[in-house]
């Protein structure tokens, strides 16, 4: 280690042993040495943020570490989630206490010394990205760039919603910040400049996005893909834009940061120019993005922070009380002054209070479905679209917090909240969200949403849920209960062509661990959908709906659509059935109309309806075989998407009619004749595997 080092590693902080110093080395420290544990993670982020880190915990983040989830607390969302072990040296030495499964303290801490010791390992508390619901404090799962961000918004959203709801004259029950840590991968990200704008659009004062700006990336400088003016681009986005030159200055960044508390009109951006490894031999170099250091590395910087650079994950004496009583002298006695201002408000407005013990409970106010609709048999029909939007409009008035809003498509999803009102920078008490042509976005935003503990949904076509996969797939992977609309379903867009038909999508959805892929076959069908999905706090829906008018089956013939609750259920039957049909959605009532030819033809058949692969898969084996014995091998799936996956509910025997191209543009009719979507062809395929047998 040269004497620059040495120099550069003693300037711009405290002084050399006070308390302060000694906290931000210890970040850093307990970083190098986790990450050299591991043999893995990324260190230099952290090293660089340390200071950033700190001067925001110790002197701003208005949290509670002995109680964690305060409904009113600061939210810190690390979007840059590969510098993971930042906020876990955050969330050790603020003796952040840990909350289980149930909601109760567990006596332990959220991140011991023993968990950090055991970075990026089998079962631990730290992993190699934060993950939401595996560690107390932290407040969404990150790790890929932009989808922080894109959260970020939906909690100040939700914030802002929650305060014009709740907040009345002497109660601000709702008032708090949100407070980001982005790097240069996120400002590449599309999803994090869709969130951005409209950010600055909503004038969402209460969010702070601080952009270490380092210029490395993994492949090197970022003047290898990146050299714009990321400052002036949020300026154009409406946003307070500050600098912090020198991301050891913690004097510069709580200026900063009390420039933020002090805009009220828009969100802040705050550029902090840091050095990536710093105070490493490795500093400033993309080397310190992604690679551990060697011993002699580690060695040399502690020695270069004035360390024993024989020591491992040491925590000085002092440091962790001296880091715990900063954050919690400050929250401590907010949380308790909030408490005490809770138990007031709900003897000055009990119907309010009552409304929010059940939002944050996670629960439905008794009554929430009585108006959802029955529709009567009707062979016209309507599409499950239109279905979908009556049945969200019967639900809202009992749940106020049902709150999103679509991509731009609100009068095609029927997405729109008839009383809703449209949210914006003069009526965040609004309901509907217009997201504008920002799918990826949009995903996030509910997401963040759904993580501050709203009922919240999104909207657009089903060919574009490719552009919000990633936080659809982080929306299961976290457990949280958004629901995502996805209309015009299949071919049956029609006219549009195959870049509005939708072939692979149900299929992709399906791939989603967790997520319940929900296709219903007409309104009836679509009530217990939303049903369903409302009631589903642990795990994102997906509601796959209709554009053309599905017929409404007639439920005093064939079976109860509360079926679906189960995922598959026997539709229509026969004595000692030889065929069995099973579809979903639209092709629903056309397997119906092929049983009815069958039957009448003296072939005994059962059509199953199989609307969620994901509610029937959790059915235990006995349901499951009594919907689709074994012993019947003649299996027809009819679907207006990719054939794959049909095979584990047809098997070897069996046959599908599906899609194997993408489609045409055409009306719908003569597209369900070149691609054998017809009573004919259901017949005919049924009757020829049987003739086979």
């Avoid at 894109?150 to 004259?169: C, K, P, Q, T």
């Avoid at 719908?668 to 086979?692: C, H, I, P, Y």
Wanted: net charge negative; charged share 20%.
């Amino acid at each position: 280690m040269s004497d620059t080092l040495t120099d550069v590693a003693a300037t711009g902080l405290h002084e050399d042993g006070s308390p302060e110093r000694l906290q931000i080395d210890t970040i850093r420290t307990l970083a190098m040495d986790a990450v050299a544990a591991a043999k893995s993670g990324h260190i230099g982020t952290p090293m660089a943020l340390a200071p950033v880190g700190h001067t925001l915990w110790t002197k701003f983040l208005r949290t509670d570490p002995a109680t964690p989830d305060w409904p009113n607390r600061d939210r810190f969302v690390l979007s840059v989630g590969h510098a993971s072990m930042l906020l876990y040296a955050l969330l050790h030495l603020a003796g952040v206490e840990e909350i289980d499964a149930d909601g109760k303290k567990s006596g332990a801490p959220a991140v011991s010394l023993d968990d950090i010791k055991a970075f990026r390992q089998l079962g631990s508390k730290t992993p190699g990205h934060p993950e939401y619901r595996h560690t107390t404090g932290v407040e969404t799962t990150t790790g890929p760039l932009g989808a922080g961000c894109g959260n970020s918004v939906g909690m100040a959203i939700a914030e802002r919603w929650l305060a014009a709801h709740f907040n009345r004259d002497g109660f601000p029950l709702f008032d708090h910040d949100i407070y980001v840590l982005a790097g240069d991968g996120d400002m590449m990200e599309g999803v994090a400049s869709e969130a951005a704008s409209l950010a600055g659009h909503l004038k969402l004062s209460n969010l702070c996005w601080m952009y270490d700006s380092n210029h490395i990336s993994i492949e090197g400088g970022t003047d290898l893909a990146f050299d714009e003016d990321v400052a002036k681009r949020f300026e154009a986005y409406g946003w307070n834009v500050l600098h912090v030159a020198d991301a050891n200055d913690c004097g510069a960044m709580a200026a900063a940061l009390n420039g933020f508390k002090a805009c009220s009109d828009k969100p802040t951006f705050i550029v902090v120019h840091s050095i990536i490894g710093y105070g490493s031999s490795i500093q400033g170099t993309a080397k310190a993005h992604g690679e551990a250091m060697t011993g002699d590395d580690i060695a040399g910087t502690k020695r270069a922070y004035g360390w024993d650079p024989e020591a491992k994950f040491l925590v000085p004496d002092g440091v962790k009380e001296g880091f715990h009583k900063a954050v919690a002298d400050r929250g401590g006695p907010l949380r308790e002054a909030w408490d005490a201002m809770r138990a007031r408000y709900a003897e000055a407005y009990p119907d309010l209070s009552q409304e929010l013990d059940c939002l944050l409970a996670s629960q439905l106010p008794a009554g929430w479905d009585a108006d959802i609709p029955v529709f009567d048999a009707d062979a016209m029909g309507m599409a499950s679209r239109d279905a979908g939007g009556k049945v969200m409009n019967a639900i809202a008035p009992h749940v106020p917090w049902l709150i999103g809003g679509s991509a731009d498509l609100a009068p095609s999803n029927k997405t729109l909240l008839d009383k809703g009102g449209s949210f914006q920078a003069d009526s965040y008490g609004a309901r509907n969200l217009h997201f504008g042509v920002r799918e990826h976005a949009m995903g996030a935003i509910v997401n963040g949403m759904a993580l501050s503990k709203l009922r919240a949904y999104s909207g657009t076509f089903l060919v574009f849920s490719d552009y919000m996969r990633p936080p659809i797939r982080l929306a299961a992977l976290m457990e949280i209960g958004v629901t995502f609309v996805f209309t015009h379903d299949s071919i049956g867009v029609g006219e549009d062509g195959p870049t509005h038909q939708p072939i692979e999508q149900i299929l992709s959805l399906r791939a989603i661990p967790g997520l319940d892929m929900i296709r219903p076959a007409d309104a009836n069908e679509t009530a217990v959908a939303w049903r369903a999905a409302m009631q589903a706090g642990n795990h994102p829906t997906a509601l796959i709906l209709s554009r053309q008018a599905l017929p409404t089956i007639d439920r005093s013939t064939y079976a109860s659509a509360e079926g679906l609750l189960k995922g598959g259920y026997v539709l229509a039957d026969s004595e000692n059935p030889h065929v069995i049909l099973i579809a979903t959605g639209s092709e629903v009532s056309l397997a119906l109309a092929a049983h009815e030819r069958l039957v009448a033809q003296g072939v005994a058949s059962r059509v199953v309806s199989l609307p969620s692969w994901h509610r029937y898969e959790c059915q235990d084996a006995a349901y499951r075989e009594a919907v689709l014995p074994e012993a019947i091998n003649a299996r027809l799936a009819i679907e207006m998407g990719s054939e794959i996956g049909w095979d584990r509910y047809v098997g070897t025997a069996g046959r599908t009619i599906t899609m194997s191209t993408f489609g045409a543009s055409a009306p719908l009719a003569k597209l369900q004749d070149k691609f054998g979507f017809t009573v004919d062809n259901v017949v005919r395929v049924a009757t020829e595997m049987l003739e086979t047998k």
